[in-house]
């Protein structure tokens, strides 16, 4: 399938010039071009070096196009942007490390300001009591923590106000529920003679046999009613083993109470080395009224036992004029004393208040003693006032944080109303449980406590709103 040309040859391997090409190309030179019938021809014009010559450039020309061409020099690589990504990794790494740390800091607590004055008086002046002419006196009311006296005290015998103290010790190692009767103790010929000798020595006992058995609240009854001395020593031996051991009990239980200048000497204060002030016998009264078994002995008017019958009480006020107890005494040495509790209305409510009197003179001692300390109940009863000091929701303080744009007020969650003698002095303390950033509104925080005399009120302190915590922004900042 060749293409025609001038002359009648053949090109691509058909004869020229009668001659073959045998698989070697002739070389040669398209001259000229012409268009013959509308098809492109040439015309060949044959090359003038030879044909070996011609194949042996070409193979020339083939190894050179076949050989390796050495590439051209790459140029090196910068290094500029490697160490760009490696300091940014380094200040990535150091920026986050900076940031943990601030955050691992601690920030400092919210702090609670108080605002409220730490001590005041009650307004008024101090009541004028009408303490009596000889001996000593004083007079308390517990729920109003107010006691005062009459003036300097020194220890004087106080007779049978010691059993005060006996009946209170009994019932705190051996408690009974004020209907109970309790344990029953027997009695022997011992304690029968005892009895005896005391009545024959004209002091007060109760008559007993040798075989009788009293139960713990007989024995209290006629102890703290009638003021059996010989009741106070069978009390003693039941619940120390002996009176000296029990002796020693009532003297550290006096020094509990803070019953700094009394000392007893015996069970029931026969004896006149047992000594104390007036104001001291409040504190063991207060104490032992506090027991509603003791208080429902000592206001009774009178107790019926076995072998004696009925007795009376000797404070003979008891049951009369809102008198609930609670004992009297008398010897040669002490004269008359008596320790009187009385209910009185303040208020709207029931107070108890308490008198002692020590050293009453004759002709009658013991009517004096009750005629002095009914006269100081009712002053004192009188002159009491109630105190309305914190009303509810009033701000205690305020709790501030470096990151709050605003206080919290700490406030109390209740009002605080006290019973208090005119320019008696009053306390205020506040205790934290510290603030934390996160406190919602409502939480306790702390206590607001007042004082009048030895009686407190406590009362919660609460949040009005919620602290916040440190934005991250602030801790970055300020940790």
Not at 108 to 129: D, N, Q, R
Not at 257 to 285: F, K
Not at 385 to 396: D, F, H, I, N, S
Request: net charge neutral.
């Amino acid at each position: 399938m060749g293409t025609e040309a001038g002359n009648g040859h053949t090109v691509e391997g058909h004869p020229l010039n009668g001659h073959a090409l045998n698989g070697h190309a002739l070389i040669g030179e398209i001259l000229e071009g012409e268009i013959v019938n509308g098809s492109s021809v040439g015309t060949l014009r044959p090359s003038s070096a030879p044909v070996d010559a011609v194949l042996s450039d070409a193979a020339v020309a083939t190894s050179a196009a076949t050989e390796v061409v050495e590439a051209p020099p790459v140029a090196p690589v910068s290094r500029r942007p490697r160490r760009i990504v490696w300091r940014l990794l380094t200040l990535v790494t150091a920026t986050g490390v900076v940031v943990g740390v601030q955050l691992a800091r601690p920030v400092p607590a919210p702090a609670l300001h108080i605002s409220v004055t730490k001590a005041s008086h009650a307004p008024g002046l101090a009541p004028v009591l009408p303490w009596p002419a000889t001996g000593e006196a004083a007079v308390a009311v517990p729920a109003a923590g107010a006691q005062v006296q009459s003036g300097p005290e020194a220890p004087v015998p106080i007779a049978s106000l010691a059993k005060i103290m006996t009946g209170d010790l009994v019932l705190r190692d051996h408690p009974l529920a004020p209907g109970a009767q309790g344990p029953m103790i027997a009695l022997g010929p011992a304690d029968q003679a005892e009895a005896a000798a005391e009545l024959a020595a004209n002091a007060t006992a109760v008559p007993v046999q040798a075989g009788e058995t009293l139960t713990e609240r007989q024995l209290l009854d006629g102890l703290l009613v009638h003021s059996a001395n010989n009741f106070a020593d069978v009390l003693a031996r039941w619940d120390a083993g002996s009176t000296t051991a029990f002796v020693a009990k009532m003297n550290a239980a006096a020094v509990s109470l803070g019953m700094h200048s009394t000392h007893y000497a015996d069970t029931s204060g026969l004896d006149d080395q047992t000594i104390g002030t007036a104001a001291d016998q409040l504190l063991v009264a207060a104490d032992a009224m506090a027991g509603q078994t003791f208080a429902a002995i000592v206001a009774q008017p009178s107790v019926t036992l076995p072998i004696a019958g009925s007795l009376p009480n000797y404070v003979k006020a008891v049951g009369t004029d809102g008198i609930v107890g609670v004992k009297s005494g008398f010897t040669q040495a002490a004269m008359g004393c008596l320790v009187l509790a009385a209910q009185r209305p303040v208020a709207g409510r029931t107070v108890l208040v308490l008198a002692a009197i020590t050293g009453q003179p004759p002709p009658s001692p013991l009517d004096a003693a009750e005629q002095a300390d009914l006269q100081l109940v009712d002053a004192a009863a009188s002159s009491l006032r109630e105190l309305a000091l914190v009303p509810k929701g009033a701000t205690v303080g305020r709790v501030t944080a470096p990151w709050a744009h605003r206080d919290v007020r700490a406030v109390a969650s209740r009002r605080v109303t006290l019973l208090a003698w005119p320019g008696e002095a009053i306390r205020v303390s506040v205790s934290t449980r510290g603030v934390s950033a996160g406190a919602t509104a409502g939480a306790r925080i702390g206590t607001l406590s007042v004082w009048t005399g030895t009686h407190r009120v406590r009362v919660p302190v609460r949040l009005t709103a919620g602290v916040p915590v440190p934005s991250m922004g602030w801790r970055l900042a300020h940790g």
